[in-house]
């Protein structure tokens, strides 16, 4: 008998941080699941748990060269995330975005799937305004070195949108801040798990200033939850919706408590502030609240429990 409700859903990026746990949440709904990655930052042993499970396959394919599958959804998610890799190979990183949405917007319309973008919060560039809701415009750098990033996530809303507009897509935009949890990779450069790795090793924690800036933290799973609520989202709702964690801590603040969860020896370093590190970066989750039924329900400290036990599991294995 056919189950209406199992769908084939195609994850572009599956192998990586956010990828692997999306892969796994839509099995576990009953889904077939086609992962598609390159493996530039994503690894095997990502999805090391759901190679034996009938329902997920795994495809090697660099999305910026045509894809032809059969699917009823694609979650749209290749591309390197933190500065360290996507300041790695630039052009890659912008073809990515660009070439890898107009491939994936392609298919979307061959076989009339709903496609779903993971956008990010840096469109918003350097923030003017604060926090940020989905009606601003951002103020973005169109040639400095993280352009590569931002504007090929820029253009490839643009992309999505004007398939909406020409084709009659059904899109659906989502601009994810900042994310963490099991599966980071461990140099990265990004916050949580660079504290989080100084901690287990007891080395110092790296503070720039004097720690007063402000970001917030998401925990994968919520983020997760987030992506499947608006791809199940009706038709007329394309977004972009902003997904993260409202709640503002400042780097310091997140540097006590990873000590405190570690129960490490470590002592912070103070250095100088590097002259692009955002002050504040925060979601307006309204929209999300209000059209999905949406927010986070995993606080810091208990994400942050799960991910140090993820690295120290890792750090053990090296
Ligand atoms: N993690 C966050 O905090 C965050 C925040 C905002 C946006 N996002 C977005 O979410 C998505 C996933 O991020 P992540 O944190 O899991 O990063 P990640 O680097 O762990 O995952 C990206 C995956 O895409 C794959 N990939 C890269 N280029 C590819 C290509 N050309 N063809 C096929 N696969 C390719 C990588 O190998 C990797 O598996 C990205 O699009 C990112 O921009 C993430």
């Known amino acids: 008998m056919i189950d209406e409700n199992r769908?084939?859903?195609?994850?572009?990026?599956?192998?990586?941080?956010?990828?692997?746990?999306?892969?796994?949440?839509?099995?576990?709904?009953?889904?077939d699941v086609l992962?598609?990655?390159?493996?530039?930052?994503g690894s095997k042993a990502n999805i090391a748990h759901l190679l034996d499970k009938p329902r997920f396959e795994l495809m090697r394919h660099d999305v910026t060269f045509p894809l032809y599958v059969e699917v009823d959804e694609i979650y749209n998610l290749a591309c390197p995330a933190s500065p360290v890799h996507y300041q790695h190979d630039p052009v890659q990183t912008t073809k990515t975005s660009v070439h890898g949405a107009i491939n994936m917007l392609g298919l979307a319309k061959r076989v009339?799937?709903?496609?779903?973008?993971?956008?990010t919060s840096e469109v918003y560039g350097d923030p003017q305004v604060h926090p940020q809701p989905e009606s601003y415009w951002g103020h973005v750098n169109p040639i400095g070195?993280?352009?590569c990033y931002d504007e090929g996530k820029r253009c490839a809303e643009t992309l999505f949108f004007d398939y909406f507009r020409q084709h009659q897509l059904r899109i659906k935009v989502a601009r994810i801040f900042n994310t963490y949890g099991p599966r980071m990779h461990p140099n990265d450069g990004r916050v949580v798990s660079n504290f989080i790795v100084q901690a287990l090793r007891g080395d110092s924690l790296t503070v720039y200033g004097e720690g007063q800036q402000t970001r917030s933290f998401c925990y994968v799973s919520d983020l997760v939850d987030g992506l499947i609520r608006l791809m199940n989202s009706g038709d007329d709702f394309t977004g972009p919706v902003n997904l993260g964690n409202p709640g503002?801590?400042?780097?310091?603040?997140?540097?006590?408590?990873?000590?405190?969860?570690?129960?490490?020896?470590?002592?912070?370093?103070?250095?100088?502030?590097?002259?692009?590190?955002?002050?504040?970066?925060?979601?307006?989750?309204?929209?999300?609240?209000?059209?999905?039924?949406?927010?986070p329900t995993v606080n810091l400290e208990q994400g942050l429990r799960y991910t140090v036990d993820y690295f120290r599991n890792l750090l053990e294995r090296e």
């Open 145 to 147: 070195i993280r352009s």
């Open 7 to 31: 769908k084939r859903i195609l994850v572009t990026g599956g192998a990586g941080f956010l990828g692997s746990h999306l892969c796994a949440r839509l099995i576990a709904h009953g889904h």
């Open 35 to 41: 992962c598609v990655d390159n493996f530039y930052t």
């Open 112 to 119: 009339k799937a709903k496609i779903l973008q993971a956008s």
């Open 248 to 295: 503002e801590f400042t780097i310091l603040e997140l540097a006590h408590k990873v000590i405190e969860v570690t129960r490490s020896t470590s002592v912070i370093n103070y250095l100088p502030l590097p002259s692009d590190d955002p002050t504040q970066r925060q979601p307006i989750i309204e929209l999300a609240r209000q059209k999905l039924g949406w927010e």
